[in-house]
Structures are given as structure tokens and as C-alpha cells.
């Protein structure tokens, strides 16, 4: 059995059928919504990091410091990481479509359109290049994490090369946490809204969608995807199936053959 858990905003677990726990973008301590801290996690085999942000890179130090697991990520977030103490033997950076394999677990970068900078602690501010990921879960699951990505039509000639099955996929802001984005002017909206994100389900073929980069189940973004994905099936299109988790929430995952 392959098993998922949503932390809020974009964070997730994944247990895989030989018990191995794969982290993406582990945002907890900080993270209101989330029922599980950093230091609640027994066992992290592998921890994917998209980018920099806060609410995506989060806790991945903590974690990995504590627990010895791997990490899989660009070359800004591993340079951070090395300085806060983390050895470069536990961190694997990588880049668009370079494929790597960790622990038996193939993690395949793709092309994303968002942004990876971050301070370092002597005050530098470093660039790197922000990546979806499709982690090959088990046999037959596909777990696509967009990252951060905005709508753009490559999405499609993903789908079609790299068939994910499932796909975590935002859908609006994390109003609750959009203190940690400087600036002294007002975000109005997320990386993709909900029309756009529903667009970005179709268009990599998935199985099931799981709608994020949200902490309240029930703000109106969260609603209008859902109301997309309805209207969607009415019209006799089976796919793809929306599956709306509250931060804590598991679900099981089914191999697509």
C-alpha cells in the first residue's frame, strides 16, 4: 500500500509499500494548519525540496540533521543547507530532467515556472533554479509535486512524456502564512487560480488531482476548483478526480497500470 499525508499549504508525506517515508517541501513547525511538527516524524528516508521559499523548503534541515535522511534538491537550497552544517554527502543537487535515484526511489525533475532565492547565514543572497518533481513512488504511481509552477503549455507535453498519475497541484495563496512574502504591497493571488490549476490537472493526465497550497479546506479558491472539477465530470469526463484533504488528512493511493 502506498499511503499519503497533507501537511497544509504544499507539504506532503509518502510512505511507500516497503515502508520508506519520502517527505516533499516539509513546512510544519511554521505552519498553523498543520497538526505535525518537525519533530513529531520518527522516520524520513528522503526529503524533496522544490525551492527556497520558506513555506516549501521549511523544516528540511531540522529534519534531515535529526533523522540522517536524504536530500534531493536544487544547488541554492543545497549550499544553504551545507551552511547551516549539513554535510554534502547527504544532499543530492539536481536540475531540470536530470534524473536521479535515491534509496531505490527515482525522483525526476521538470521544468518549473516560479523562483529559488534565499539568504545565506554570512547575508549573500543566492539564486538556483526552482523544479516540479515526479517521484516514482511504487510500481504504478507517479506523484507529480508542481512546486510553486504557474500555468504555462509545456505542462501538457509533460503529461504526455512522463505520464504522472497523481498530482499535488496548487490552487491558490496560503493566506494564513503570506507574512513570510517581503514586500510592502498587497499579493491578490496565487501562483495559479483555480481555473488555471484545473487546466494544469487536464493537462498532465492524471488519475487523481489533490488541490494545495492551502491551509483552510474551505476558503473559496479551494471551493471554485472543486466546483471546476465537478462541472467537469457532469460533462461525461471521468478524469481527473479531485481529492480534497484537510492539513493531517491520509489517503491511499491505487497503482495506475
Not at 5 to 10: I, P
Not at 28 to 35: Q, V, Y
Not at 68 to 82: I, S, T, W
Not at 136 to 147: A, K, M, N, P, T
Request: glycine share 8%; net charge negative; charged share 20%.
Amino acid at each position: 500500500m502506498t499511503r499519503l499525508r497533507f501537511f497544509g499549504v504544499a507539504a506532503y508525506e509518502l510512505v511507500n509499500s516497503r515502508g520508506q517515508h519520502i517527505l516533499i517541501d516539509p513546512f510544519l513547525d511554521a505552519n498553523p494548519g498543520s497538526p505535525v511538527k518537525s519533530a513529531d516524524l520518527e522516520r524520513v528516508d528522503l526529503i524533496c525540496v522544490t525551492h527556497a521559499a520558506p513555506d516549501h523548503y521549511g523544516d528540511t534541515f531540522a529534519i534531515a540533521k535529526r533523522t540522517g535522511a536524504r536530500v534531493v534538491c536544487g544547488a541554492d537550497v543545497k549550499q544553504h543547507l551545507m551552511a547551516l552544517g549539513l554535510p554534502g554527502s547527504q544532499i543530492t543537487a539536481t536540475c531540470w530532467n536530470i534524473r536521479v535515484e535515491i534509496a531505490g526511489i527515482q525522483v525526476h525533475p521538470l521544468e518549473c515556472h516560479h523562483w529559488s532565492h534565499i539568504k545565506l547565514p554570512t547575508g549573500e543572497f543566492i539564486t538556483g533554479v526552482p523544479m516540479a518533481f515526479i517521484i516514482h513512488v511504487d510500481e504504478g504511481i507517479r506523484f507529480y509535486h508542481y512546486g510553486d509552477t504557474a500555468l504555462f503549455s509545456d505542462l501538457k507535453l509533460q503529461g504526455e512524456l512522463y505520464k504522472p498519475t497523481h498530482a499535488a497541484i496548487g490552487i491558490t495563496q496560503p493566506w494564513e502564512v503570506i507574512h513570510l512574502m517581503e514586500g510592502p504591497d498587497r499579493v491578490l493571488t496565487g501562483e495559479m487560480n483555480p481555473h488555471e490549476a484545473f487546466l494544469a490537472a487536464q493537462w498532465l493526465g492524471v488519475r487523481q488531482v489533490f488541490p494545495c497550497h492551502y491551509i483552510n479546506p474551505d476558503h473559496e479558491d479551494v471551493l471554485t476548483f472543486q466546483h471546476y472539477i465537478l462541472e467537469h465530470y457532469k460533462a461525461g469526463n471521468a478524469l481527473p478526480e479531485s481529492i480534497l484533504l484537510a492539513p493531517g488528512n491520509w489517503f491511499d493511493l491505487d497503482p495506475v497500470n
